[in-house]
């Protein structure tokens, strides 16, 4: 299973950006996707995630601002960041979560965001 994750960069406070994963993975095993960031000296936190049925859940941090969404077709995940702020500084890292007949989550590569202020 491999996840191509892509859209991270440099951008201004206020300003927004477009994450997405690819995940070479069946529909049909897929539970959710989601992302998650890690910034430096912290651990790794929960941003966004959607069910295979299009259930999300968000951090409270980013409610109001982010927007997951899924195109199934594609087994894509997209995370549209808007209103970005400096505390969203951080290394972002698709999730794929599956189930049978693997059972397990897997990573992306991480792709970094940077809010300058």
């Known amino acids: 299973v491999q996840l191509q994750a892509s859209g991270g960069g440099l951008v201004q406070a206020g300003g927004s950006l477009r994450l997405s994963c690819s995940a070479s993975v069946s529909i049909f095993s897929i539970i959710a996707m989601g992302w998650y960031r890690q910034a430096p000296g912290k651990q790794r936190d929960l941003v966004a995630t959607i069910t295979n049925g299009g259930s999300t859940n968000y951090s409270d941090s980013v409610k109001g601002r982010f927007t997951i969404s899924r195109d199934n077709a594609k087994n894509t995940v997209y995370l549209q960041m808007n209103s970005l702020k400096p505390e969203d500084t951080a290394v972002y890292y698709c999730?794929?979560?599956?189930?049978?007949?693997?059972?397990?989550?897997?990573w992306g590569q991480g792709t970094q965001v940077t809010v300058s202020s």
């Open positions: 999730n794929v979560h599956l189930g049978f007949p693997y059972g397990r989550d897997y």
